[in-house]
C-alpha cells in the first residue's frame, strides 16, 4: 500500500468530524474517531470467522465451560466477538443503536474490551446517542475497509499514527511523544540487529524486544519485521510500556491482531511503575520524550537511587529534574541481559536523545556520573548523529545512542562517532515539524558506514573518512580541576571602610566599638602594604586612644575584611602558614583523563599566573560527549574583496529597479 491509500483511508476516518463539529470541541475528535476506527479494524480482522465464533458460542451458552478456548480457536487470534452484531446492523436500527453497540462492544473478549475501556468508548457512546449522532457515526465507519488483506498490519500502523497526529495538532499535543516516523524507526532498528544478522538466521532463534516507551508500537513492529526478514521461522517476542491510554490501547489492539500477546504491553509510567520488573531481553529500543521532566515520580525515583543504589536502576545517577531521558537509559540497561563465560548473552540497545545527554551536566553532576557509569563499563558502542528536523514536533538534531555489553573484540573499549547529518531528502510536504526524511538509500548507506566504521576511521584516504571518527572510552572523560591563587591584599583607612567597620556585627558587638571607630579615623588616609604593618600601625592608635586590641580570630577576620583591598602587588594572606586562596580568582580548568594534572598546569597556566597552584581536594572526573567539536571543520571567510564586489553589483541592481520605477 502506497502512503496515498493510507492517507485516503485516515482521511475516511477523519471525516467523522464533519458529524462532530458543533457538538464536540475540535480537541475531543480524536476521542471519538480513534476508538471508533480501532474497533472498525477489530471487526474486520474478525469478520471471516464471525460466523463460526458465534455459533460454537451459541453452544456452550448453558454448557457451564468457560469456551474462551474454544472462542479463540475458532477465531484464529487470541481475542474475538460472541455476538452476531456488526456495526453495519447497528447503525442500520438507529433508536436502539446505543444499546446495542454496548451489548457488540461487551461481548469481546476481556482484553480487547480492556482496549476499548482505555479509551473511555462508553462514555463517548453515551455522549453520541444523546447528541443524536451515534448511528451516523458507526454508518460512517461500516464504509472504511479496513480488513488485512486490503490494509496490512504494517500499513495500519501509518494509519494509527497519521489520526494521532491530526489529533495532537487538534488538542495542541505532543505527536512526538506517542509515535516515531517510520523511517527513523528502520535506520534505527537496522543498526541495532546488524551485526547480529548470522545469528539471527539460525534455525529455532529466538528472541525478546522491549520498548519502554512504546506509544503505538511502531518500534516493537519493525523490530519483528526485521528478525522476521532475515529468518521468517524466527519467534520473536515483544513488550512493551506506555503511559499515555489511547497510544497504549492502540499498541495492545496491534499486538492482538499479529497474535503476539497484548499482555506484554502494560500500562503506566516505567519509572515509578516498572511493568517488567526483574526481566532482561535481547534488545531495547526507545524514543522517549525530548526534555521532559520527571517531577511526578521523583519522590519513587529518588528512593530507589538511595535505597538499592547499583542493586537498582538508577545507582549510577540521578541527571536534573527537567529532562528524564538518562532515567530510561539506566531502565533499559539495568535489563540486559548478562553475558556468560563463554561470550553469549548479552543484549544491544538504542535510543533516541537530543544533544542534551551528550554533554549536560559538570563534572560530578548526576548526567556526568551516567556517563562515566556507561563508559567504564564499556557499553557505548555508538553515537549516530541524525539530520534536524526529523521529528513531527521538534526540528531539533537528534542522536541515536547504541549500547551493548557483548561488543565485539575489535570494539571494545571503543566508541564509534558517526556524522549521517547529511543523509536527507527533502519532504513534498511538511508534516508538524517534519521537513526531511531518510530515504532508503541513506538508511543503507548509514547502515553500511556504520558497520564499516572502524575500518573508514582507520583509512584518511576514504571518501567518508570525515564522517567517522573513533575514541577511546576514556577519551571523553576529564579532570575538573579547580585552579587557586593567593590572596593578596593591601590596607587602607577610608570613608568606605570606616563605613564598612559601623556595619561590622562582630565589630560592633566589642564594649569599645566606639574607641576602636575613633581610634581609626586618626589614621584617614592611611595604607600599608603589609597586613603586620597595618595592625601595628592600627594598634598603637588604639592605645593611644585610651582603648585595648582585641584579640580572637573572628575580631582579625572581620577587621581583615573590613580594610583589606585586593591588590596584585599586595601581602599574600596565610592560613596555618599556607597561602589563602582569592575565590574572585578560582578558575576550573578540563584536563583530559589520563593527563599530569601538574604538567597542565606549568605547561598552561603557569607562563601566565605563576604563583597558581590546585587544589586536589576539588578535583572530579567527569565524561562528555562533544560531537559537534570532533566533527567541526573551520570554513574561512569570504574575502573582503568578493563581499564588497557582491555589494556593489547588488547596489547597482538596485539603483536600476529605482530607475525603472521613477520613469
Known amino acids: 500500500?502506497?502512503?496515498?491509500?493510507?492517507?485516503?483511508?485516515?482521511?475516511?476516518?477523519?471525516?467523522?468530524?464533519?458529524?462532530?463539529?458543533?457538538?464536540?470541541?475540535?480537541?475531543?475528535?480524536?476521542?471519538?474517531?480513534?476508538?471508533?476506527?480501532?474497533?472498525?479494524?477489530?471487526?474486520?480482522?474478525?469478520?471471516?470467522?464471525?460466523?463460526?465464533?458465534?455459533?460454537?458460542?451459541?453452544?456452550?451458552?448453558?454448557?457451564?465451560?468457560?469456551?474462551?478456548?474454544?472462542?479463540?480457536?475458532?477465531?484464529?487470534?487470541?481475542?474475538?466477538?460472541?455476538?452476531?452484531?456488526?456495526?453495519?446492523?447497528?447503525?442500520?436500527?438507529?433508536?436502539?443503536?446505543?444499546?446495542?453497540?454496548?451489548?457488540?462492544?461487551?461481548?469481546?473478549?476481556?482484553?480487547?474490551?480492556?482496549?476499548?475501556?482505555?479509551?473511555?468508548?462508553?462514555?463517548?457512546?453515551?455522549?453520541?446517542?444523546?447528541?443524536?449522532?451515534?448511528?451516523?457515526?458507526?454508518?460512517?465507519?461500516?464504509?472504511?475497509?479496513?480488513?488485512?488483506?486490503?490494509?496490512?498490519?504494517?500499513?495500519?500502523?501509518?494509519?494509527?499514527?497519521?489520526?494521532?497526529r491530526r489529533f495532537a495538532e487538534q488538542s495542541n499535543e505532543t505527536a512526538g511523544e506517542h509515535f516515531t516516523p517510520r523511517e527513523v524507526i528502520q535506520l534505527m532498528v537496522r543498526l541495532l540487529v546488524?551485526?547480529?544478522?548470522?545469528?539471527?538466521?539460525?534455525p529455532g532463534a529466538v528472541r525478546t524486544v522491549l520498548d519502554p516507551a512504546c506509544g503505538t508500537g511502531g518500534m516493537l513492529s519493525a523490530m519483528d519485521d526485521l528478525i522476521k526478514e532475515l529468518n521468517p521461522d524466527a519467534t520473536v517476542e515483544v513488550f512493551g510500556q506506555e503511559l499515555n491510554p489511547e497510544s497504549w490501547a492502540i499498541c495492545r489492539s496491534d499486538l492482538m491482531i499479529k497474535g503476539q500477546d497484548p499482555e506484554n504491553i502494560a500500562f503506566g509510567n516505567?519509572?515509578?511503575?516498572?511493568?517488567h520488573a526483574r526481566k532482561s531481553f535481547d534488545y531495547m529500543l526507545a524514543n522517549p520524550p525530548f526534555g521532559v521532566e520527571w517531577k511526578k515520580v521523583k519522590d519513587e525515583v529518588e528512593h530507589e537511587h538511595k535505597a538499592?543504589?547499583?542493586?537498582?536502576?538508577?545507582?549510577?545517577?540521578?541527571?536534573?529534574?527537567?529532562?528524564?531521558?538518562?532515567?530510561?537509559?539506566?531502565?533499559?540497561?539495568?535489563?540486559?541481559?548478562?553475558?556468560?563465560?563463554s561470550g553469549g548473552g548479552g543484549s544491544r540497545l538504542a535510543i533516541v536523545f537530543n544533544g542534551s545527554p551528550l554533554f549536560t551536566g559538570a563534572a560530578g553532576s548526576g548526567e556526568s556520573e551516567i556517563r562515566r557509569w556507561i563508559l567504564e563499563?564499556?557499553?557505548?558502542?555508538?553515537?549516530?548523529?541524525?539530520?534536524?528536523?526529523?521529528?513531527?514536533?521538534?526540528?531539533?538534531?537528534?542522536?541515536?545512542?547504541?549500547?551493548?555489553?557483548?561488543?565485539?573484540?575489535?570494539?571494545?573499549?571503543?566508541?564509534?562517532?558517526?556524522?549521517?547529518?547529511?543523509?536527507?531528502?527533502?519532504?513534498?510536504?511538511?508534516?508538524?515539524?517534519?521537513?526531511?526524511?531518510?530515504?532508503?538509500?541513506?538508511?543503507?548507506?548509514?547502515v553500511k558506514l556504520y558497520g564499516e566504521a572502524l575500518a573508514v576511521a582507520g583509512d584518511a584516504e576514504h571518501p567518508l573518512h570525515g564522517k567517522v571518527k573513533v575514541f577511546a572510552n576514556e577519551d571523553f572523560g576529564y579532570q575538573r580541576i579547580t585552579?587557586?591563587?593567593?590572596?593578596?591584599?593591601?590596607?587602607?583607612?577610608?570613608?568606605?571602610?570606616?563605613a564598612a567597620l559601623e556595619a561590622s556585627k562582630t565589630i560592633q558587638k566589642l564594649p569599645q566599638a566606639s574607641v576602636l571607630a575613633d581610634a581609626f579615623k586618626s589614621l584617614m588616609g592611611a595604607s600599608w602594604g603589609a597586613k603586620q604593618e597595618a595592625w601595628l600601625a592600627l594598634k598603637d592608635a588604639v592605645v593611644q586612644a585610651g582603648g585595648t586590641w582585641p584579640t580572637g580570630a573572628p575580631f582579625n577576620k572581620a577587621l581583615r575584611d573590613v580594610l583589606g583591598v585586593r591588590d596584585p602587588e599586595g601581602d599574600v594572606q596565610l592560613v596555618k602558614g599556607q597561602p589563602e586562596p582569592d575565590g574572585e580568582l578560582r578558575d576550573f580548568e578540563n584536563v583530559p583523563l589520563g593527563e599530569d594534572v601538574e604538567e597542565y598546569l606549568a605547561r598552561e597556566v603557569h607562563p601566565h599566573v605563576p604563583d597558581a597552584w590546585i587544589d586536589r581536594s576539588k578535583t572530579k572526573v567527569g565524561y562528555e560527549v562533544p560531537f559537534t567539536r570532533h566533527f567541526y571543520v573551520y570554513e574561512p571567510p569570504r574575502p573582503l574583496a568578493e563581499i564588497d564586489a557582491e555589494l556593489k553589483a547588488l547596489e547597482a541592481e538596485i539603483q536600476g529597479l529605482l530607475g525603472e520605477v521613477t520613469e
Not at 474462551?68 to 442500520?92: C, E, M, V, W
Not at 546488524?194 to 539460525?202: C, E, F
Open 308 to 341: 538499592l543504589g547499583e542493586a537498582g536502576r538508577f545507582g549510577a545517577g540521578l541527571p536534573r529534574i527537567n529532562d528524564g531521558s538518562l532515567l530510561f537509559l539506566q531502565h533499559m540497561i539495568s535489563k540486559m541481559k548478562p553475558v556468560d563465560v
Open 483 to 498: 585552579v587557586e591563587r593567593p590572596l593578596k591584599l593591601r590596607f587602607e583607612v577610608t570613608e568606605e571602610t570606616l
Open 194 to 202: 546488524a551485526p547480529d544478522g548470522d545469528a539471527l538466521q539460525l
Open 270 to 275: 516505567s519509572f515509578s511503575d516498572d511493568g
Open 1 to 164: 500500500m502506497n502512503s496515498s491509500k493510507h492517507t485516503e483511508l485516515a482521511n475516511h476516518a477523519w471525516s467523522v468530524a464533519d458529524l462532530l463539529r458543533g457538538d464536540y470541541k475540535q480537541s475531543d475528535y480524536g476521542k471519538v474517531i480513534l476508538p471508533f476506527t480501532v474497533l472498525r479494524r477489530l471487526e474486520c480482522v474478525l469478520e471471516p470467522t464471525r460466523e463460526k465464533v458465534a455459533e460454537i458460542s451459541e453452544q456452550h451458552e448453558d454448557s457451564g465451560i468457560d469456551p474462551d478456548r474454544f472462542l479463540r480457536r475458532a477465531s484464529g487470534h487470541s481475542f474475538y466477538n460472541r455476538s452476531s452484531l456488526t456495526l453495519k446492523k447497528i447503525a442500520a436500527d438507529p433508536q436502539n443503536a446505543a444499546q446495542n453497540l454496548q451489548v457488540y462492544v461487551g461481548a469481546f473478549s476481556d482484553n480487547a474490551r480492556g482496549v476499548l475501556d482505555r479509551f473511555e468508548f462508553a462514555q463517548q457512546i453515551k455522549r453520541l446517542d444523546s447528541a443524536g449522532l451515534l448511528y451516523q457515526v458507526i454508518g460512517k465507519f461500516t464504509d472504511l475497509d479496513l480488513r488485512p488483506e486490503v490494509v496490512p498490519n504494517h500499513n495500519m500502523g501509518y494509519i494509527f499514527e497519521e489520526l494521532i
Open 377 to 446: 563499563n564499556d557499553w557505548l558502542e555508538g553515537i549516530v548523529a541524525l539530520p534536524d528536523q526529523l521529528f513531527y514536533n521538534t526540528g531539533i538534531s537528534t542522536y541515536f545512542w547504541i549500547l551493548t555489553n557483548r561488543k565485539s573484540p575489535d570494539h571494545k573499549g571503543k566508541v564509534v562517532l558517526l556524522d549521517a547529518r547529511d543523509q536527507w531528502q527533502k519532504m513534498r510536504k511538511s508534516l508538524g515539524d517534519k521537513r526531511k526524511a531518510l530515504g532508503k538509500e541513506h538508511i543503507a548507506d548509514v
